[in-house]
């Protein structure tokens, strides 16, 4: 039941622009897989308290069988088949998660990069202009939320493209980590101008 309950939870947490049909079909599957758990749990059940005072031999050998291997796949298939079709949501709830934690990223960049022009008269070129330390290894000290967005994009080869001007501009660009669920998911952009756009640099670039 927890199982059946935590495919609930991931197929129906996909945004207003999910197929109707396959949420149909994923309630009804949930709906007979409840029913068909609570009937063999009933049966079992009453097997059990039905034949427990009467000593029969025949009716405790029924009471002790348990569910049949016909019973145990059929539960299989209906769970493989609601797997099938959570998997997909919770996929791109994921990738939703993590683009708007880079989408935070990069507005907080653009924040930073103001307050560097109040003082240089120029924006920054890189992220230790910007404030971020490094290690005693080289790298960034990023902090554990920003780290964490490094297993979806390439965090610390973020590009700073910066004009002197006049007047001064930035665009910064993040792309996601090649191989990971990030990948399909489109480069971020933002520059001085608070133009944002995602899928940059391509025909099918839209704002975010």
């Known amino acids: 039941m927890i199982i059946i309950g935590i495919f609930?939870?991931?197929?129906?947490?996909q945004n207003a622009n999910s197929d109707s049909f396959g949420y149909t079909v994923a309630l009804r599957l949930i709906l007979l897989?409840?029913?068909?758990?609570?009937?063999?749990?009933?049966?079992?059940?009453?097997?059990?308290?039905?034949c427990r005072p009467c000593g029969d031999p025949a009716a405790s050998m029924r009471r002790n069988q348990g569910f049949t291997l016909i019973e145990l796949m059929i539960v299989v298939a209906i769970v493989s088949i609601l797997a099938t079709l959570a998997y997909p949501s919770y996929m791109?709830?994921?990738?939703?998660?993590?683009?708007?934690?880079?989408?935070?990223?990069l507005l907080d960049l653009a924040q930073r990069q103001q307050s560097y022009l109040l003082v240089h008269r120029e924006y920054a070129g890189d992220l230790g202009e910007l404030g971020f330390a490094q290690n005693a290894d080289g790298n960034l000290a990023l902090g554990?939320?920003?780290?964490?967005?490094?297993?979806?994009?390439?965090?610390?080869?973020i590009t700073i493209n910066n004009l002197a001007g006049p007047p001064p501009s930035f665009n910064l660009t993040l792309t996601p980590r090649a191989g990971s669920p990030q990948e399909a998911d489109?480069?971020?952009?933002?520059?001085?101008?608070?133009?944002?756009?995602?899928?940059c640099g391509t025909a099918a670039a839209i704002p975010w």
């Open 8 to 13: 609930h939870y991931a197929i129906f947490s």
């Open 33 to 50: 897989t409840n029913r068909f758990v609570l009937r063999m749990k009933t049966n079992w059940l009453n097997q059990g308290t039905l």
């Open 144 to 157: 554990a939320d920003v780290a964490s967005l490094s297993d979806a994009y390439n965090v610390a080869q």
């Open 92 to 105: 791109d709830h994921v990738r939703k998660g993590s683009r708007a934690k880079a989408q935070a990223f």
């Open 186 to 199: 489109g480069t971020l952009c933002l520059d001085n101008a608070g133009e944002r756009w995602r899928f």
